[in-house]
């Protein structure tokens, strides 16, 4: 006999990943036109984080794997002393000695070559993309000087304020100017 009760029937699903990026009006609401963006400078900041780390990760994941078949290739004996008979007997302390400083010295010279390829991937997509930015409407200022028995129009100053989208380099580069001009 088959039980079709609601625990036995329903399926349970793994929750949804939030969207790293929404639709943000390009240009203003007027236009129709909307652009992915991210939601802010600190979501941003840590999906380009992620991607540094896990480009890094990876690069240094296939770096280990290429310094031990190269420790291995470098510390092998060579061909032809197998040829001369007995005296082609391999000490291998001496070749496990070899192998682990080859493969320290390799790896070594690849930690910072992971660190840069990672940037250098991340930034190209990341400064290109999106973030979502309030702007102040033109004319506030037209707003604010208003008669005082224009009371109504008051109201509207909370919503002057509008989401749009800039480009990740050009947050960046006025963030940094904001800085320096406070310092």
């Given at each position: 006999?088959?039980?079709y ?5 329903t ?6 990943i ?9 240009g203003g ?41 190269s ?6 004996p ?18 496990e ?9 390799c ?6 070559k ?7 991937k991340?930034?190209?997509?990341f400064l290109d993309?999106?973030?979502a930015?309030?702007t102040?409407?033109e ?12 009371r ?17 380099r050009?947050v ?5 100017q904001k ?5």
């Amino acid at each position: 006999m088959e039980e079709y009760s609601a625990s036995a029937t329903t399926v349970a699903f793994d929750r949804p990943i939030p969207l790293l990026r929404g639709p943000i009006p390009a240009g203003g609401l007027e236009s129709g036109h909307y652009d992915l963006a991210f939601r802010s400078l600190d979501s941003w900041a840590a999906a380009y984080k992620r991607c540094e780390t896990q480009i890094k990760e990876q690069c240094e994941e296939g770096a280990r794997i290429g310094c031990a078949v190269s420790a291995s290739n470098n510390c092998k004996p060579a061909w032809w002393r197998s040829l001369g008979g007995g005296s082609g007997v391999v000490d291998m302390r001496e070749r496990e000695k070899c192998e682990e400083r080859e493969f320290k010295e390799c790896l070594g010279a690849t930690k910072n070559k992971c660190s840069g390829f990672a940037k250098e991937k991340c930034s190209a997509a990341f400064l290109d993309a999106r973030i979502a930015v309030e702007t102040e409407v033109e004319g506030l200022v037209w707003l604010a000087s208003i008669p005082e028995d224009s009371r109504s129009w008051l109201g509207s100053l909370v919503q002057a304020r509008r989401k749009t989208n800039r480009r990740a380099r050009d947050v960046l580069l006025n963030q940094q100017q904001k800085h320096s001009q406070s310092t």
